[in-house]
């Protein structure tokens, strides 16, 4: 058996031994080292589950285009059957008297489309956060900050400001896509302005 001696008193000490047996003293050579501790059998890890990669919950221009198209046919139907009283009032108007002046039947023909167009995506959109566009091709408007449903007030400063999104005229909407396309989570004015964003339903 191999012997050591302690470099303290010089008394021989058992391999594998961390202090001498006769003085006490702690070795510093051989004597001190001891076989390594085993490693620890690794534990049991369940396999990490597969996670598909998570697309943009914002929605863009083309199917947000689709639902304002749809919406803009049941609008446009609604408001001329709803007008439709008023501006025939202002075609027999004008043609009793022979010229074509401003009439206040044209004029309230007017606001009932306009009131069409603003109730129907303040109360749609206050209530259920979608219009029957927005149902039609899946896509809902929520809160910013948590994605809750929004209210009334938000649905009404989302719409009014729908009229900004339309400038230039000529092409319709032009500004609201410009919008959309610079922003990371797709707002349009409205949808900054109101703090609401446009995710899939």
Known sequence: MDENLCAQCGTATS??????????????????KSAPAPAPAPGYQAPRAYVPYAASPYQGVAIRFVAILIDTIIIVIVA??????????????NSAAGTVTFSWASALGGLVSL????????????????TVGKMAVKIKVVR???GAPIDYSQAAVRT???FLDEIP????????AILI??????QRLGDRVAHTVVVKA
Request: charged content about 15%; glycine content about 8%; proline content about 6%.
């Open 15 to 32: 391999p594998g031994a961390k202090y001498c047996e006769s003085c006490g003293a702690a070795l510093t050579g051989p004597a001190a």
């Open 160 to 162: 009014i400001l729908r």
């Open 80 to 93: 001329a059957i709803l007008s439709a009283p008023f501006n025939a009032l202002a075609v027999i108007t």
């Open 144 to 146: 910013e900050a948590d």
């Open 181 to 186: 396309w610079s922003s990371e989570e797709k």
């Open 115 to 130: 009131a069409v167009f603003i109730l129907y995506f303040t109360l749609l959109e206050g209530h259920y956060g979608q």
């Open 169 to 176: 005229y000529i092409i319709p909407y032009l500004l609201g």
